[in-house]
């Protein structure tokens, strides 16, 4: 059998670890080479093959593909870009296989969420029926831990680690100041459908005197009451109050607490987001001094405390995605199999891309006291290991020394230019 | 000559690195049993002192006390609470004097910034005046960088290492999804009178294509048109553009931008704070997707990134502190003299609180560039050595393993009671 070449893309969000995946799955390859010639990467994701914009990864020196491993970010170039259904769009799966074909291309790595596995689903199908099957795995990567079937997606135990660390940081700083300064701070994370991130930051502390005090989950309705009468009692009994609320959250009719804030001049929805809302509210009916915290991308992106558990998943399920590839496995995707919390013990497995595209796994209402508020003994038992264990990346000059690749582009063989 | 006690305290805003000056502080009195019997560190600051509120920290263990050296926040408590002039509030001053005679407390350390040097500066005159001599020493603390003499205050090297490295990190990732996502990244930072805080933001890039693109300084009068025009430019050239503001950031007519935002419902300024100003302004006249971030507390608190220079440098104030006392020295601080800059020598050296207190150290325009976006050569020689070096707290199941003082009280000895 003939080497044939592999198409790697990053797809959606990126995370502190996606680029581990991308490392797995490059250094894996290369030990293969009688059966994979090359990776070729997409350029911002999907959008490089549509547009025959491809990275040639044997252009980079295996000290760059090492250095990916502590980068975080899209090396390549990620993308919000959802292939339409085939009815739809027929012309876009077309493409694909036509730029595959060309490019010798007779393996495809997906690294994504659920959209993504849904394409890489139907890209299986389709190149079959084409005429030019093309071995299609997906690759898990998400912060938001949503997907099915797999224990969890790399990406959520680093921005869980990261949520973690930086509650129980700013609660040290809340406390030492409460006597005569801040009473109540609020930390905004992200997780806009499900409630993990957020349940995360319920590690830093472990009884009810210790922070976060209050967590406001999407799956949980916001009653204003009830809320209130919390913070009020905790800074009684404390003298402080910690609050990590998702970006999620909202209430009992669906409506964001987010969107439920004030216009500007213009008529625009206020800008700040949950946080100030939260906070607002502590103002207006408590007169509480507050300060909050919004930590959108730096959650996602902080790889200088990546989770070690992490690191070592993504890459993982970059090796098997390439290993399961050369095995003839296609439409499925490496999920992560726990055998037991502690000590945290882990395998790789395979999973149908049917049985995990489109479809999202929430966070179980027995993962959330009973009030709402916090999260339980279960909960924790899932938790604490995916944040376990440091991943330093190397410092020169007091900063992370994160890789950037060549990039040098495949040339590209098609006559045909694609407008996306 | 027979022990004396001392009497510790911290004060303002705390830092990342203010409990490593106390294990200094503490660690070198210790080894002067001779002189100094017990450190007695006011509980929530000076407060702890008039109230007669002190933790007794003979009763705390040699490890936890050197766990303060990574453990973030105040320890003890601080407290935002200025003594008013003497001619204003003697009885302020004659109640301290009581509380540290009744203590045989013959040394005040105090741990803060500007307005704490001119307590500690004026207790010692006082307490001459009242014929009971407290040797006082101040010791530098503040985010904020703005003590005079000193080279830097510990600190600011923590933030600024934490602002460094977040902005590359949160570039990585906007840069990654411009394509198709995010074109505009604003961090919102610390500082409201200075700029030192931003300008550390500038060490996470080496060139004009490496966020961040644009720094808002206090220090330079916003203009709205020039500010747009640049992140336009940005974005046409790079793809994307990455901002970091300080809070301080206003008009020519010294109006904060954070101001001059809406109003909500009740007519009170908006929340939101700098960052969605700016992020709105970019939405409203150029269309731009855009993501802020607020990092708040999280950039004082974040021990786990701490400059190793900076703890260093946070022990050595809080040790010379004790050693100069000892020396018979009174109204002086310990300052960090730097010596050179590559290599980064300093040696400790000191100061009279005369020459620090109620001075403010501004951002020189020197280190400003000539456009008033960015930082210069100049700022960059003398920023880098300060987020020199990591220096990792101890985890423990993912967690940083922070230490808790027992805090017992040292007994009352006076019969009266003074209120706040």
């Known amino acids: ?68 491993m502590t980068t975080p970010g899209g090396a390549f170039g990620s993308a919000r870009y959802k292939l339409r259904s085939l009815e739809e769009n027929r012309a876009e799966y077309e493409r694909l296989i036509e730029v595959f074909r060309a490019h010798n291309i007779s393996y495809f790595f997906y690294n994504g969420g659920n959209d993504s596995m849904d394409t890489a689903h139907k890209v299986s199908q389709i190149s079959k029926q084409m005429g030019f099957p093309v071995t299609c795995l997906g690759i898990p990567k998400t912060v938001d831990n949503d997907l099915p079937v797999t224990d969890t997606c790399p990406g959520f135990g680093s921005v869980a680690k990261y949520v973690a660390v930086s509650t129980r940081e700013a609660a040290l700083d809340v406390q030492s100041m409460s006597k005569t300064s801040t009473k109540v701070f609020v930390l905004e994370v992200m997780g806009r459908h499900a409630g993990w991130i957020a349940a995360a930051g319920g590690l830093a502390g472990n009884g009810p005197a210790d922070a976060p005090h209050i967590i406001l989950f999407p799956e949980v309705a916001f009653d204003e009451s009830a809320f209130l009468k919390r913070v009020r009692d905790c800074v009684r009994d404390y003298d402080y109050c910690v609050i990590v609320v998702s970006e999620g959250a909202r209430y009992a009719n669906g409506t964001f607490l987010a969107e439920a804030g004030t216009r500007d001049a213009f008529g625009h929805a206020q800008l700040g987001g949950v946080a100030p809302v939260v906070a607002g509210m502590v103002r207006d009916k408590l007169g509480f001094k507050y300060h909050y915290a919004v930590a959108d991308y730096l959650q996602r992106s902080a790889r200088h405390i990546a989770s070690a558990v992490d690191v070592e998943q993504a890459y993982a399920v970059g090796k098997a995605a390439v290993q399961f590839a050369l095995q003839g496995k296609t439409s499925v995707m490496p999920v992560i199999k726990r055998l037991s919390d502690q000590p945290y013990r882990w395998r790789i497995e395979s999973a149908p891309l049917a049985r995990i595209a489109n479809k999202e796994k929430m966070l179980p209402r027995r993962f959330i006291s009973k009030d709402g508020f916090g999260i339980t003994a279960a909960a924790r038992r899932y938790l604490q290991p995916l944040i376990k264990g440091e991943d330093y990346p190397k410092y020169i000059n007091g900063l992370p020394d994160y890789v950037a690749l060549r990039g040098v582009a495949v040339r590209p063989r098609l006559k045909t230019r694609f407008v996306i």
């Open 1 to 68: 059998m003939s080497a044939a070449n592999a198409f790697y893309a990053q797809s959606g969000g990126v995370t502190a670890v996606i680029n581990a995946s991308a490392c797995g799955v490059i250094e894996t390859a290369r030990k293969h080479r009688d059966r994979i010639a090359n990776v070729y990467a997409g350029r911002n994701g999907i959008i490089g093959a549509l547009t025959e914009d491809m990275i040639d990864t044997n252009k980079e020196s295996a000290r760059t593909i090492r250095g990916l």
